[in-house]
């Protein structure tokens, strides 16, 4: 879980982030260069309603998205895991989707999934081979987004747009001119960047991160083993539902999920982690969504996750972690499965070994 990485293979799973952090926007911005640059030439795609090569799927999204609202796709939980020029990696993402109905009638969703892939570094460059789309729930509102008019300068908010209509654009490419400007184009040999602790913090930071995304796994997919497996035996957990032993919490939350929940999606971003030697601290922020096992309700919850690791034995795990909430509302549910737009996703995510995460990471 947490075995030793090189400098290299960091900076090469921070490259593949990078990538499907492009994905994402070249999707929303509807640039269709920009998202067939994230695919190598011969990749594919499996989305349900389209499944063939990447570069065609390519068009086909950006055509599409040209055509409607501006779209929001959060990627995180890029959990990746590097095998010398290949990798694969599980991504949550969460799309904020205006789409109608079959009568017409718009409505506002949250489309709750994972993206499954398959890299390849060729040339120098990682880039995707292959990709599956993983629907696992939604949330659907009627009405449509409005955007607010002009404010004054001192609280206007730049609203997103399509292609160079997008003021990120131009709001990146000014970053970049800065960030130039202020260092130049000087080069620095690896060598002299990374005292041996400096690399080791770095590394430490990607083994956490890892923690992060294998408690969302392990409490979605029901996994005790995997739970068990990043919590010290001394630690201590208070999510609100099991404050207790670590190693307690990952049998308890198992059952709460099995017999409370028919589902369970857990996003997390905004990540920060200090590392200090043999300790760390962090804070990440955390989206869940949960379906009552009755069907009834949705329960979206957002806040943070405050965490204290330690390295023992060679190993990073949670000696605690507290939940803080921050909002959540409870709805009656607008979960959609097999109908409308929604038909031809039919992967669906399920608990332990059946989820298709498992087939991918054995």
Not at 120 to 138: E, F, I, M, P, Q
Not at 163 to 173: F, M, N, V
Not at 219 to 243: C, K, M, P, Q
Request: a negative charge; aromatic letters at 8%; glycine letters at 10%.
């Amino acid at each position: 879980m947490t075995a030793a990485l090189t400098i290299t293979q960091v900076g090469d799973i921070q490259e593949i982030a990078n990538r499907l952090a492009q994905h994402s926007r070249g999707v929303d911005r509807a640039d269709e260069t920009l998202l067939a640059d994230c695919y190598h030439d011969d990749a594919s795609v499996d989305y349900g309603f389209y499944a063939g090569p990447a570069g065609a799927f390519a068009t086909i999204l950006t055509d599409a998205q040209k055509a409607g609202p501006v779209t929001l796709h959060r990627t995180g939980q890029m959990w990746i895991r590097i095998s010398g020029e290949k990798a694969r990696s599980e991504s949550y993402v969460i799309a904020y989707v205006q789409a109608p109905e079959a009568d017409g009638a718009m409505k506002q969703r949250l489309v709750c999934g994972r993206y499954l892939d398959r890299h390849a570094k060729r040339d120098g460059s990682w880039r995707l081979d292959h990709r599956t789309y993983v629907l696992d729930t939604n949330v659907n509102w009627p009405g449509e987004h409005v955007a607010g008019g002009l404010n004054s300068l001192a609280h206007h908010v730049p609203a997103g747009g399509h292609g160079p209509a997008d003021p990120g654009i131009a709001l990146l490419a000014l970053a970049a001119a800065k960030g130039r400007a202020e260092t130049g184009d000087t080069s620095m040999n690896m060598a002299d960047m990374y005292t041996r602790e400096a690399a080791d913090a770095v590394i430490s930071r990607q083994q956490i991160a890892d923690l992060t995304m294998a408690y969302c796994r392990g409490v979605d997919r029901a996994d005790e083993a995997l739970l068990a497996s990043i919590f010290h035996s001394d630690s201590t957990v208070v999510s609100g539902a099991y404050n207790g032993n670590g190693q307690g919490f990952a049998s308890e939350i198992c059952q709460i999920v099995r017999t409370a929940f028919a589902q369970t999606f857990h996003s997390i971003a905004n990540q920060w982690i200090d590392v200090t030697g043999d300790a760390a601290v962090g804070e990440t922020y955390v989206i869940a969504i949960a379906t009552t096992a009755d069907g009834a309700s949705q329960i979206l919850t957002g806040g943070r996750y405050i965490d204290r690791f330690e390295r023992r034995e060679g190993r990073w795990k949670f000696a605690e972690r507290t939940f803080v909430s921050d909002w959540s509302r409870v709805e009656p549910a607008t979960e959609q499965i097999g109908e409308g737009i929604y038909a031809a996703l039919t992967l669906r995510g399920k608990r332990d070994p059946q989820d298709p995460v498992y087939a991918l990471w054995k």
